[in-house]
């Protein structure tokens, strides 16, 4: 496997969605069929047939909504002599169901199938798992036995009675069902990331990550899906995973893939420095030449600090090869660091020659243009990023910041800001950065309130959440609080000495504390993060 095909799989897993709710109609085929069903329905809105063939595609595009709403419709509509017909909606909209979590309405579906059909496999192993998930263990072990019954080698049945003797605190059973379905395929990445996901249950973290290590080196295939699952765990426990993977390290030591996995990981949890160490280690003893390794020394220097060092690795990295538009972006930012404000402006452009809608580069281009006294054009290039992410929420903070502080148009800032408002996260989802635009507007109380549910339920991992409230609290001129919050994100390892001593963007920062002695004390007594 070459790291650049694991960094594409790796960026699928840091970005991957827990549920399956994006919707993607782009391919032609898609877009055709919905036309023509649509014309259809048109001239005939209760045609159950054509509702189900729209439903069908809907649910394949996990489009569910849609997809439940025409299901309820068509059922409606069938003739007494299309029970066949009827029946396949009936599973749709019990899959459907199921991948929108409302286990109890899928539960009602499956029943009415296995009425008909007891010992339809697949039918029993949906029921066993909406079972499960309501919490009614016994019933869901019998139909998971049943399966076993109808198929001795059932991986499926075998992993599903591992999950429900975990939660009845079974634990050797859960783990020898568990070791039994992978026995049955032990060459099936597949069935070590399902083991992986039963020993997780059981607090076997370390196994887990074996599980997903061998995964990764068995099938590229299901690398994206092994590294997200492993991503994930690496937030609740950051020690075993860089634990499993050293270990795997000591066994292949000149396996490049480890070490790539292992410095992403690193570098993704603003462990820095050790994420240098392997990069460095891949270039070094030449386990691999691909510039993407370049560029992430690159970025993990910004993050340092030291920008000089950046520049030399990102500038090798768009030396290397032709597809370099990622790469001018991130030269964008180490320039403007600098002040070399001219050169990012030159370096985001050449970014947007060879991709138009580079959010990123668009967001540099902006950036660099406010320093150059082009403030309309630096409005111009967030209003096309916007376009093109329409929900993200520092791209729209950005924009009310520019129609505020540089445009002075008061009015429209303050519709951007509504709009970061409106934007589609869970409200405790720091990355929301809610907060910030409630501040904007001169809402504090509900700005606090929001600060004060993400501390209450935030996973912490790294320290980010932490940075945030500090930059919070620093621009609600609490300065106390605001040092208290440092710390604790420093402690927790959060090592962007960028961010704390040069952001200075959209009021998203930690500014304010800068000046005060505390800052640098704090910065002191931590550098083991940034030496």
Request: net charge negative.
């Amino acid at each position: 496997m070459t790291l650049r095909y694991l960094a594409i799989s790796m960026l699928t897993a840091i970005c991957f969605l827990p549920s399956a709710m994006a919707q993607s109609y782009t391919d032609p085929m898609s877009e055709a069929l919905l036309k023509a069903y649509s014309q259809l329905l048109d001239e005939d809105p209760r045609d159950p047939e054509t509702l189900f063939r729209r439903a069908s595609l809907y649910y394949k595009n996990n489009d569910y909504v849609r997809a439940l709403d025409d299901l309820n419709t068509a059922l409606k509509y069938f003739l007494p002599e299309q029970a066949d017909e009827r029946s396949q909606a009936i599973g749709i909209r019990a899959n459907v169901l199921m991948a929108m979590q409302k286990y109890d309405q899928a539960l009602s579906d499956l029943n009415e199938l296995l009425g008909a059909e007891p010992a339809n496999y697949s039918l029993l192993y949906e029921r066993g798992t909406a079972l499960y998930e309501l919490g009614r263990y016994s019933e869901a072990k019998a139909d998971f036995n049943r399966m076993l019954r109808l198929n001795s080698r059932s991986q499926e049945a075998m992993l599903g009675l591992a999950r429900v003797a975990v939660k009845e605190n079974n634990l050797g059973i859960a783990a020898e069902m568990a070791d039994h379905a992978v026995a049955v395929a032990p060459g099936d990445a597949r069935i070590y990331i399902r083991r992986a996901s039963v020993r997780s249950m059981m607090g076997d973290r370390s196994g887990a990550v074996d599980d997903y290590i061998t995964a990764i080196s068995l099938d590229p295939e299901h690398t994206p899906r092994a590294l997200a699952e492993l991503v994930q765990l690496s937030r609740q426990d950051y020690p075993s995973v860089i634990a499993g993977l050293s270990a795997a390290i000591a066994k292949a030591p000149k396996n490049g893939m480890f070490y790539f996995i292992r410095a992403m990981i690193a570098q993704g949890h603003c462990n820095y420095l050790a994420a240098i160490a392997d990069y460095d280690r891949i270039i070094n003893e030449g386990l691999d030449s691909y510039p993407g390794i370049n560029a992430a020394l690159s970025e993990c220097y910004y993050a340092l600090g030291r920008y000089d060092i950046a520049l030399l690795n990102v500038d090798y990295a768009i030396s290397a090869t032709e597809n370099n538009a990622f790469y001018y972006m991130l030269k964008s930012r180490m320039l403007r660091a600098t002040a070399d404000y001219s050169g990012a402006l030159e370096a985001a452009e050449r970014a947007l020659e060879k991709e138009p809608e580079m959010t990123d580069a668009l967001v540099c281009k902006a950036l660099a243009l406010l320093p150059l006294g082009q403030s309309a054009d630096a409005g111009v290039a967030l209003s096309e990023a916007a376009m093109v992410a329409p929900e993200d929420a520092y791209i729209g903070l950005l924009r009310g910041w520019v129609l505020a502080d540089y445009r002075k148009q008061p009015a429209n800032a303050s519709a951007a800001y509504e709009r970061v408002l409106d934007m589609d996260y869970d409200f405790d989802n720091v990355r929301s950065l809610r907060g910030f635009a409630l501040l904007a507007l001169d809402r504090r109380e509900p700005a606090d309130a929001w600060m004060n549910k993400v501390l209450e339920t935030a996973n912490d991992y790294d320290g980010e959440v932490a940075y945030y409230a500090a930059c919070y609290y620093a621009q609600c001129a609490m300065l106390d609080r605001a040092f208290r919050y440092m710390e604790a994100s420093l402690e927790k390892g959060y090592a962007d000495y960028h961010n704390w001593t040069h952001a200075s963007d959209a009021n998203i920062n930690c500014a304010p504390l800068r000046s005060d002695p505390r800052f640098k004390q704090l910065l002191d007594k931590y550098d083991r993060l940034f030496k």
